[in-house]
């Protein structure tokens, strides 16, 4: 089993307590009305699938409950670090 | 109509006891979801201590998240309800039951389906996890002595599997 670091609980704790939430870092575009359909689409529908390093969110939901930042390599599953969300990109 | 409500338990009354660990039901209490961003504004109104650190325990109340505690208190227990503050104060008593388990084995039934290591889950310890699919709260009372809360509608299961687990 994967143990995945809780940046609010601060320790590791194991996968099955934690739900992936999609990439990170997706803004919310601040005046939705001025976006054209494509821009719209891309917000809405279009995801990076990268081979390698990739920026995630992550809830410890049966746990902390809180949403965070992961960086994981979807190659080897390994998870390079986590952030607490609202954290700059790293 | 009856004039008296019968409380209905989803698991037996008396305690399940095989070797080495007990399961038991334990009596009905007052729990409270507390919900604020700072433990100060909670014990502005509740005056008293509050765990800032998650996972740890004080007079009954324990912190599960950044923002979050649960309280349990007698059942003759009464909190101000928090108006006009920046909290969440909500009355959960009746979502969950708790289900004490106790012996030296406790710790030893309880990671059957928990993936922590219970070993070095220290006394006064709470923490909400996971036994196989069913989400629990965990905490430890003693050093031989858990308190399990567990949502009613999985505690008939949790309890099938807690004895299951007990007796092999």
Same mark, same amino acid.
């Given at each position: 089993?994967i143990?995945?670091?809780c940046?609010?609980?601060?320790?590791?704790?194991?996968?099955i307590?934690?739900?992936?939430?999609?990439?990170?870092?997706?803004?919310?575009?601040?005046?939705?009305?001025?976006?054209?359909?494509?821009?719209?689409?891309?917000?809405?529908f279009?995801?990076a699938?990268?081979? #390698?390093?990739?920026h995630?969110?992550?809830?410890?939901?049966? #746990?902390?409950?809180?949403?965070?930042?992961? =960086?994981?390599?979807? =190659?080897?599953?390994?998870?390079?670090?986590?952030?607490?969300? #609202?954290?700059?990109?790293? | !109509?009856?004039?008296?409500?019968? /409380?209905?338990? @989803?698991v @037996?009354?008396?305690? +399940?006891?095989a070797?080495?660990?007990?399961?038991?039901l334990?009596?009905?209490?007052?729990?409270?979801?507390? /919900?604020?961003?700072?433990?100060?504004?909670?014990?502005? *109104?509740?005056?008293?201590?509050?765990?800032?650190?998650?996972?740890?325990?004080?007079?009954?109340?324990?912190?599960?998240? @950044?923002?979050?505690?649960?309280?349990?208190?007698?059942?003759s %227990?009464?909190?101000?309800?928090? %108006?006009?503050?920046?909290?969440?104060?909500?009355?959960?008593?009746?979502?969950?039951?708790?289900?004490?388990?106790e012996? @030296?084995? %406790?710790?030893?039934?309880? !990671?059957?389906?928990?993936?922590?290591?219970?070993?070095? +889950?220290v006394?006064?310890r709470?923490?909400?996890t996971i036994?196989?699919?069913?989400?629990i709260?965990?905490? /430890?009372?003693d050093?031989?002595?858990?308190?399990?809360?567990?949502?009613r509608s +999985?505690?008939?299961? *949790?309890?099938?599997? +807690?004895?299951?687990?007990?007796?092999?």
């Open positions: 089993m143990l995945i670091h940046p609010y609980c601060d320790e590791k704790r194991p996968e307590e934690f739900a992936n939430a999609g990439q990170a870092h997706v803004a919310r575009p601040l005046d939705p009305s001025s976006q054209s359909d494509e821009e719209w689409e891309a917000y809405l279009i995801r699938n990268p081979r #390698g390093r990739h995630e969110r992550w809830r410890h939901v049966h #746990g902390c409950g809180r949403f965070f930042n992961a =960086v994981r390599d979807t =190659v080897t599953d390994k998870f390079e670090t986590t952030y607490k969300a #609202g954290e700059p990109r790293r | !109509m009856s004039d008296v409500l019968i /409380r209905n338990e @989803p @037996p009354s008396t305690p +399940f006891i070797e080495g660990v007990t399961i038991s334990a009596a009905p209490q007052n729990r409270y979801s507390l /919900r604020a961003r700072t433990a100060q504004t909670l014990e502005t *109104l509740l005056n008293v201590k509050v765990p800032k650190k998650i996972g740890a325990t004080e007079g009954g109340i324990a912190c599960l998240g @950044p923002d979050e505690w649960l309280l349990r208190a007698e059942v %227990a009464t909190i101000p309800s928090g %108006a006009g503050l920046p909290v969440a104060i909500t009355d959960i008593s009746d979502r969950s039951i708790c289900l004490v388990v012996g @030296p084995r %406790a710790a030893e039934l309880l !990671m059957t389906g928990c993936p922590l290591n219970l070993d070095n +889950f006394v006064g709470a923490t909400r036994y196989e699919t069913v989400e709260i965990i905490i /430890r009372d050093e031989d002595r858990f308190h399990v809360e567990v949502w +999985f505690a008939a299961w *949790l309890w099938a599997a +807690f004895t299951a687990a007990a007796s092999h």
